[in-house]
């Protein structure tokens, strides 16, 4: 089992920045697919980041939707085993819940955003950016 358990977020206005924290607990983070997910009051859930922490893995296994490229960073485990998204330049429009997971699989591009392949769910933090 995996416990994950999201902090941070918050209420910022445009262009500032914010940093999630999702802290991992339980069985071993080899070989798992590590994303970020947010979501809008009657919107479906999306994708936001997405990392994977196989022994191979390289920078290249970092997906990003692309309404965040280039703002938006994730971070793999470190020695706290805490997966991180550091959102700068926030728009509005990333207004939303926002969820870590983690699911025991091989995300690639085609992979990285299909919810049903995440296992485990942190609870919902809100990020607030207003214009």
């Known amino acids: 089992q995996v416990q994950l358990v999201a902090s941070g977020g918050g209420s910022v206005q445009a262009g500032e920045s914010l940093r999630l924290s999702c802290a991992a607990s339980?069985?071993?983070?080899?070989?798992?697919?590590l994303g970020w997910f947010r979501q809008v009051p009657g919107k479906e859930r999306e994708g936001v980041a997405a990392i994977f922490t196989g022994a191979a893995a390289t920078d290249r296994d970092i997906y990003y939707a692309d309404s965040v490229k280039g703002r938006f960073t994730v971070s793999r485990y470190n020695a706290n085993n805490t997966l991180s998204l550091q959102m700068n330049n926030l728009k509005p429009e990333d207004t939303a819940m926002y969820y870590c997971?983690?699911?025991?699989?091989?995300?690639?591009?085609?992979?990285?955003?299909?919810?049903?392949?995440?296992?485990?769910w942190g609870q919902g933090i809100q990020v607030t950016v207003s214009s």
């Open positions: 997971a983690a699911g025991r699989f091989l995300c690639v591009a085609d992979t990285a955003f299909r919810e049903y392949e995440y296992n485990y």
């Open positions: 339980g069985d071993t983070y080899k070989n798992f697919c």
